[in-house]
């Protein structure tokens, strides 16, 4: 009796054994000194759900060139006394790949002057969205493809009524300006039951979209273009970039509420 005494007591001593868990999820936040990553993430298989929270990397060297939006994946590594990120490298590629066109702008780079037409007619000018948080997607309304302008028209959707009456403005570039005026995306406005804050724009929209990363190319009676959604800060800079449609709606409304909290 004592010998197993003992030897529970000399089992419940010891520590438990590390558990390794792969994650993906996309980069909110990297805090250098912290040696931390603020990360939305997909759910961790027999562990936790999809949520966003910030991870401890064991070599910090691995978080020079993460940035808001970056896609990656890593090893989490858990004891009882505290949970590791190791390995962790930047994944998954746009929907179709294609090659950056040579005047994208990096992150942290002052969002370009513009002049764009909305669904109603009106100018949209860069000047007037300073002070707040702005998501731009691409996308044309005669897209065929479920999985791309559409998931991508869904998502601000949510967002439109997530963030209702805060600091947000979304707007929605056509890469189909001669087909897309401002009678034709008034009426996928109105599909959408867009609101004030979400704007559909129209017009030269060629500058706008190399500086954000956008490609788009004619293909045999569609458009094809390669879907980047860019998140500028309060401060008119580009806080985040979001390659492709595969992204959760949670994982870009993290990064839109992170953009929200912060102020100048």
Same mark, same amino acid.
């Given at each position: 009796m004592l010998y197993r005494t003992l030897t529970l007591v000399l089992f419940c001593g010891l520590p438990l054994a590390a558990k390794t868990y792969p994650v993906d999820g996309i980069v909110v936040a990297v805090d250098p000194a912290a040696h931390t990553v603020l990360v939305s993430h997909r759910p961790i298989a027999h562990y936790m759900p999809a949520m966003m929270m910030p991870f401890t990397a064991e070599d910090p060297a691995e978080l020079a060139g993460l940035h808001p939006g970056t896609r990656i994946q890593f090893d989490l590594e858990v004891t009882r006394a505290r949970t590791? +990120?190791?390995?962790?490298?930047?994944? @998954?590629? =746009?929907? @179709? &790949? !294609? =090659? +950056?066109? !040579?005047?994208? $702008? +990096? &992150? @942290? +780079?002052? $969002?370009?002057?513009?002049? $764009? &037409?909305?669904? &109603? @007619?009106?100018?949209?000018h860069t000047a007037g969205l300073r002070g707040k948080v702005v998501a731009i997607d691409f996308i044309y309304t005669r897209c065929p493809l479920p999985d791309v302008c559409p998931r991508l028209s869904a998502n601000f959707a949510l967002l439109q009524r997530q963030f209702r009456d805060r600091d947000l403005v979304l707007l929605s570039v056509t890469v189909d300006p001669d087909f897309d005026t401002p009678e034709v995306l008034a009426n996928y406005a109105r599909r959408w039951a867009a609101g004030p804050q979400w704007r559909f724009l129209t017009g030269n929209v060629a500058p706008l979209a190399a500086a954000l990363g956008e490609l788009y190319w004619a293909d045999e009676g569609s458009i094809g273009h390669n879907s980047t959604t860019t998140i500028i800060g309060r401060d008119g800079r580009i806080a985040a970039v979001l390659e492709g449609s595969n992204f959760r709606i949670d994982q870009l409304a993290h990064l839109v509420a992170r953009m929200l909290e912060d102020r100048p």
């Open positions: 590791l +990120a190791r390995h962790i490298r930047p994944s @998954g590629e =746009p929907d @179709g &790949t !294609v =090659p +950056a066109p !040579v005047e994208k $702008l +990096a &992150t @942290g +780079a002052e $969002l370009p002057d513009f002049a $764009l &037409t909305d669904q &109603t @007619g009106n100018a949209v």
